[in-house]
């Protein structure tokens, strides 16, 4: 079986976007990436679209068709992918599928979402709403989640409030250098842990914004990859895999099943282990999530992620630059869309079109998180060579 | 009213229950977790809550040991003073927060439980 | 590379379903289907929910992930597939494409969706949410394009308003024999034709009701499935295709395209031909789309399906192809995203022999599932192992 390559990407202005809906910001986001793979929309495919919630946000349901046919790329097959807020993960898996299974020579995936127009309350209860009704009547949402377990990795493994923090301040410093990122600001230490409590101890600064936008992919069999373009990236991994539904029925609160077993899932597929990964994107909706993502993926032991980013491990210009993006934080969270944007970044990465973000990377890995940990996808990504 | 948890043919319990246990094991009883007290393995202040929430909200993960097997619950708890590692014991509420005000459906779940009050 | 196989099957009482929430009756689905597969819930590798909705009706989401939790499934990779009223037949295909594509050897599929607990209105609202700002602000709905259709096929064609009515008659009949069915009475063609007006030339008879159900499938490795049975079914062809959004803009009202296109790759890709379709399950959601997918996918020339209704050609026990032997859509019930599942679990079920008192003799079934008014279509054609 040959491999799938990626062979075009493309990412919206990620922010509040007035006026544009979710089917404008897909059609938006799926055009430019057509143009930037030099492929026509006649040659598509499959066409799938990573998005959580556009009938609960926005009552506009059946997205895929509306841009199936906004892209006039018709008669691609359709379909939206849900896995909450790892939708744009689960669209990499999906259209990986679609090709390695030999469905399509030519798939495209955009995942997008539009939130901004409801209050933070508002949005904040459609996430919620993925919780079990055993959570949900106590008014639980994702930031309780995060606040709940970062308390107890703190106490646990005697980590310093501040390396949460540190997480905030390199995410927003990489994001400055990110055009579509909604902020492009930096922030130093004092504001992160200054900033208003949003679940006690995490503070505003610890948690993504609310963002409308849309990303998208273009892949296809390394075969055809090479009419398209001379540098391409190729998935040589990628996995995903489930943890509890209800949170706290898990064993250890910091440990993420589904983070571990996807990861190991994909290492297994692409051959490398952890210290071969030359760049990662990982979902950091909460600063909490950065720290358990390293540990679950093997960038640290159980409990020492939090001294790798004190002691710059993470940076930009360190040993795994993490979150050159800006990650979530900066960038911001359209749900569906996060997870394809991790895997424009990475793509970017390796082909050499990062920018004044660009590293030195011939592998990288995107971790992209739905629910609190419910569902993970890992995806390994390579320069083509 | 009970707080149910649900015991499986592999000895595992959980709150709440669910159609299968871990790896398909079969539900064989329930158990009603208030009457136990529980240890609080850890807590949050949430001040950003969505609609029908009480503001803040107090929450903790708790653990209840149930004859030697750990069950862990979560829920509202009836004060932000407390620490990690205090004792607690479920108290009635007959609406945890208002089952009108917010996305989910009201007739699909129930509205009642159990808050977490320091022993 | 091997074929995909399908190993097991299960669907719930479709019908009003009071007390029960979208995550009880996929569970419900989910367990019995392993159940019938004789599959430990710790084999599954990837578990696929097809719902179109469950937000919307319910402010439940995530609910992949609470079936993957419920029926002891976990890790398994879960992900909600969502193609409006096609997501079963997308369901399909993405558990086929999960298993040749190597990413999983054990893929359940669980289609299913809670409705009746929303008025009529709000119901019919929810679905039309599918359409295009410009066709929802002249509050057009899916029952409205059917009529639409309806009134253009019958006038351009010549075609009698008694043969819609016969779609229905022959399916209530079908449905008669499905113990699952949401509707098990027959309906003379006299009550049909008299019954209220929902969007004029279609009337209530015409249309499939609102319902709660969930159904489910088990797909592997025609390898993995000799481990397990004897009898089973392999899809040995599959596509999905689009046609426009905008309903208007199509060239030709009585011609799908996606029904067309997604037929065509099914039949390349598994070397049959519409002759060769010993039972289909067509998406029946309005009595004129089983007249449409006849059309669309070769059983009929354009303009006469009508006429091989009329002809009883499309009857269970006396027909040349039975068509909707499970009682379609029509009398079944239709949630949404367990519909398209559940057409192939009536085919699975005719394929090896486990469809009782409808049993008819086939080798080779096809189901067509369409979305929105046909904005997405998937057909799928499965065989019996041999």
Redesign the interface.
């Known amino acids: 079986?040959g491999r799938v390559a990626i062979i075009g990407a493309s990412m919206t202005q990620f922010g509040q976007r007035e006026g544009e809906w979710i089917q404008d910001l897909l059609a938006e986001a799926g055009i430019e990436c057509l143009e930037d793979a030099g492929v026509d929309a006649d040659d598509v495919e499959h066409l799938y679209v990573s998005n959580?919630?556009s009938?609960?946000f926005e009552?506009?349901?059946?997205v895929?068709?509306?841009l199936?046919?906004?892209l006039d790329?018709?008669?691609?097959?359709?379909?939206?992918?849900?896995?909450?807020s790892s939708s744009g993960g689960?669209g990499i898996?999906?259209a990986?599928?679609?090709v390695?299974?030999?469905?399509s020579d030519m798939t495209m995936l955009v995942g997008g979402e539009k939130m901004t127009h409801k209050t933070?309350?508002?949005a904040?209860?459609?996430i919620?709403?993925?919780?079990?009704?055993?959570?949900?009547?106590?008014?639980?949402?994702l930031?309780?989640f995060a606040?709940?377990?970062a308390?107890?990795y703190l106490?646990r493994f005697d980590a310093p409030r501040e390396s949460l923090g540190k997480v905030a301040v390199k995410n927003h410093k990489n994001g400055v250098d990110n055009p579509h990122a909604q902020f492009q600001t930096e922030v130093d230490l004092e504001t992160v842990l200054e900033s208003?409590?949003?679940?006690?101890?995490?503070r505003l600064y610890d948690f993504c914004p609310i963002t409308d936008g849309s990303a998208a992919l273009m892949l296809c069999p390394e075969s055809i990859a090479k009419e398209y373009a001379d540098e391409y990236a190729v998935i040589t991994g990628i996995?995903?895999?489930?943890?509890?539904?209800?949170?706290?029925?898990r064993e250890d609160?910091t440990v993420m099943?589904?983070v571990v077993?996807?990861g190991k899932g994909a290492y297994e597929m692409s051959g490398y282990g952890p210290d071969d990964i030359d760049v990662a994107e990982l979902h950091d909706m909460f600063t909490i999530l950065e720290f358990l993502q390293m540990e679950g993926l093997g960038f640290a032991e159980q409990g020492e992620a939090w001294k790798r980013v004190e002691e710059g491990h993470t940076e930009r210009d360190g040993e795994l630059p993490i979150n050159t993006s800006g990650g979530l934080k900066s960038k911001g969270h359209p749900l569906g869309a996060s997870g394809v944007a991790q895997g424009v970044e990475i793509y970017e990465q390796l082909v050499g079109e990062a920018g004044p973000r660009q590293v030195d990377a011939d592998v990288g890995l995107c971790c992209n998180v739905?629910?609190f940990g419910?569902?993970v996808?890992t995806t390994i990504m390579e320069a083509a060579q | 009213m009970t707080m149910e948890a649900t015991r499986y043919d592999d000895g595992s319990i959980t709150y709440p229950g669910h159609p299968r246990g871990p790896g398909g094991s079969e539900p064989v009883e329930t158990i009603d977790l208030s009457e136990y007290t529980a240890e609080i393995v850890t807590w949050t202040t949430s001040t950003a809550t969505p609609p029908g929430v009480r503001e803040p909200n107090h929450l903790a993960i708790v653990e209840f040991d149930v004859e030697g097997e750990s069950v862990r619950a979560i829920g509202q708890l009836t004060t932000g003073d407390v620490e990690t590692g205090d004792e607690v014991r479920p108290v009635y509420v007959d609406e945890l927060r208002d089952p009108g005000a917010g996305i989910r459906e009201p007739e699909s779940q129930a509205w009642d439980g159990y808050r977490f009050e320091p022993v």
């Open positions: 079986m959580m919630a009938g609960e009552g506009q349901t059946g895929p068709n509306a199936a046919h906004d790329a018709m008669p691609a097959y359709t379909q939206r992918i849900d896995q909450t689960a898996y999906a990986w599928q679609s390695a299974s030999g469905a933070t309350g508002e904040t209860d459609v919620a709403s993925l919780t079990h009704p055993a959570e949900y009547k106590h008014g639980v949402t930031p309780s606040g709940l377990t308390r107890h106490e208003p409590i949003v679940a006690d101890p995490l996995d995903g895999a489930t943890d509890t539904h209800v949170v706290h029925e609160p099943g589904g077993e996807s739905g629910g419910n569902c996808i």
